[in-house]
T-cell receptor, first 113, second 109 residues
C-alpha cells in the first residue's frame, strides 16, 4: 500500500528560487496537512485542508502556498526560497474523524543555500 | 504560549526501567489526543490514541486529564528499541493537529 507519498525526497534550492513539494495519498482521506520540522524541534503546522477546494493556515504559513484541487493531492509551493525555509517537510493525511490518527509521508529534506 | 508543551528531555534510562512523559495543551476545545513515535530522520508514526478513560497497549499506558489539560504516557519495562522521540498531539475542532516539540528517550543496556 502506497499510503502518503511525497516527492522529491531531497532538494537543494538557491535563495530566491521556487519549487513545489508534491504530496499524494491513496486512502481517500479528506484531511491533509503540511508540517515542517527544524533540526531537534517538533512539527509546526504550515497549512491544512479538510477537503478538495478548502485550505486553512496553520501556525507558520508565511512564505508558502497550497492548493487542493483533488482529494488525493495537496502540493505545497515555496515562492522565493529563503535559508529560514531549510527544514524537513512532512505531509500527512487522515479521515478527520474524532480519535482517528493522521498518516505521514516519508518527508522531503529541503536545503536553501 | 505554545499550544502543546512537552518536557524535551532527554530521558536516559536503563533497560527495564519505567519512564513517564507529560504533556499539557492550552486549547480547551481540543477533542482528540495522540502519542506519536519518531525515530531519527524518519516520519512520525502513531504509537497510541489517548482516550478520556485512559488506555493501555502492552507496556504503554496513556492518560488524559481534561480538567488539567494534561496528557501522559507511561512506558514500563523499557526496551532498547523504545529509544526514540515521543510526540504529544492535540487536535481541535478545526481538525488541525498540533504537535509538541517531542521528548527524547534513550534506553541503555
Amino acid at each position: 500500500n502506497a499510503g502518503v507519498t511525497q516527492t522529491p525526497k531531497f532538494r537543494i534550492l538557491k535563495i530566491g528560487q521556487s519549487m513545489t513539494l508534491q504530496c499524494t495519498q491513496d486512502m481517500n482521506h479528506n484531511y491533509m496537512y503540511w508540517y515542517r520540522q527544524d533540526p531537534g524541534m517538533g512539527l509546526k503546522l504550515i497549512y491544512y485542508s479538510v477537503g478538495a477546494g478548502i485550505t486553512d493556515k496553520g501556525e507558520v504559513p508565511n512564505g508558502y502556498n497550497v492548493s487542493r484541487s483533488t482529494t488525493e493531492d495537496f502540493p505545497l509551493r515555496l515562492e522565493l526560497a529563503a535559508p529560514s525555509q531549510t527544514s524537513v517537510y512532512f505531509c500527512a493525511s487522515g479521515t478527520g474523524t474524532v480519535n482517528t490518527e493522521a498518516f505521514f509521508g516519508q518527508g522531503t529534506r529541503l536545503t536553501v543555500v | 504560549r505554545k499550544e502543546v508543551e512537552q518536557d524535551p528531555g532527554p530521558f536516559n534510562v536503563p533497560e527495564g526501567a519505567t519512564v513517564a512523559f507529560n504533556c499539557t495543551y492550552s486549547n480547551s476545545a481540543s477533542q482528540s489526543f495522540f502519542w506519536y513515535r519518531q525515530d531519527c530522520r524518519k516520519e512520525p508514526k502513531l504509537l497510541m490514541s489517548v482516550y478520556s478513560s485512559g488506555n493501555e497497549d502492552g507496556r504503554f499506558t496513556a492518560q488524559l486529564n481534561r480538567a488539567s489539560q494534561y496528557i501522559s504516557l507511561l512506558i514500563r519495562d523499557s526496551k532498547l528499541s523504545d529509544s526514540a522521540t515521543y510526540l504529544c498531539v492535540a487536535r481541535g475542532l478545526g481538525r488541525d493537529m498540533r504537535f509538541g516539540a517531542g521528548t527524547r528517550l534513550t534506553v541503555k543496556p
